[in-house]
Structure formats: structure tokens, C-alpha cells
């Protein structure tokens, strides 16, 4: 099963995405992109039922980069299952089951570069939702 998203003016601080689903296979199928206008990969996350772990890292001018590993696992097999990524200026970050479980710098620039979403999986998808969100709350409401 695929989700594919077009961010229309590209990434910006406040976009958040929210993937909800069941993780009713043992297998690693499973991984969000976020992708730039050339074809890159800005952010790659990749969680790893197999070892209990959460990946991230960035394909950029046809190589990996440096993996960013996370133990900070809270998906289960066989249960529904939440992910969350936001974006603010200086990081992407990751929730799980409403737990933080990766926090990645950004890697690629400018963020309005990064035009479009996707999402992998062989797991049961139930909703994926791209939405920009506001911020205002996190000043104080000013």
C-alpha cells in the first residue's frame, strides 16, 4: 500500500504528518519520505520491528548518508499503531504512539525544497493526513 502527497509550496516549519494504521506483518515494509524537488530523499524514517528500532537518514546526490539509529521503539506487531513527524526550523521529529522517538536535524535545504510525501507499506494503512498546523500556541499565543 502506497500514500504520495504533494506539499504545495513546499516543506515549512508547522507541516505535520499522521500516519495511523496495524502492524499485522513481521516484516520491515514499512517507511515514510520526504522528497525533494531533484529527486532526493530529505528525510528517510524506517522503523525496524526486527531490532526494535527507529531509522532515520537522508539520500542526497545518489548516497545515503549517516544513519541517525533510535531504540526508543513503542510500535507492536500485531496492534494499531500511530506515527507522527512534524517539522520545526532545525528539525524533523518523530512520535510514535504519541512517545518521541527520533529527533533528526535537517539535513536538506531550503526546506520549501521538499515537495513531496510518501509512505511505504505492506501494513494495513487506516489514515494518513498531511495537514500544516498552527503554531501559535508554542509563543504563548502572540
Partial sequence: MQFEAFCAGGLAPGWSLLVQGHSD?????????????AGDIAFHIKPRFSSATVVGNTF???RWGQEE??????????????????????HFHVHAQEHKVLQFAHRHRP???????????????AQVELARRDLSWWDGGH
Fill in 25 to 37: 506483518s513481521g516484516e520491515d515494509k514499512f517507511e515514510i519520505n520526504f522528497l525533494s524537488e
Fill in 60 to 62: 542526497q546526490g545518489g
Fill in 69 to 90: 539509529v533510535s531504540s526508543v521503539f513503542r510500535l507492536v506487531l500485531g496492534e494499531p499503531f500511530e506515527m507522527e513527524v512534524s517539522s520545526d526550523e532545525e
Fill in 111 to 125: 526546506l520549501a525544497a521538499i515537495t513531496r510525501v510518501q509512505v511505504l507499506s505492506d501494513h494495513r494503512l
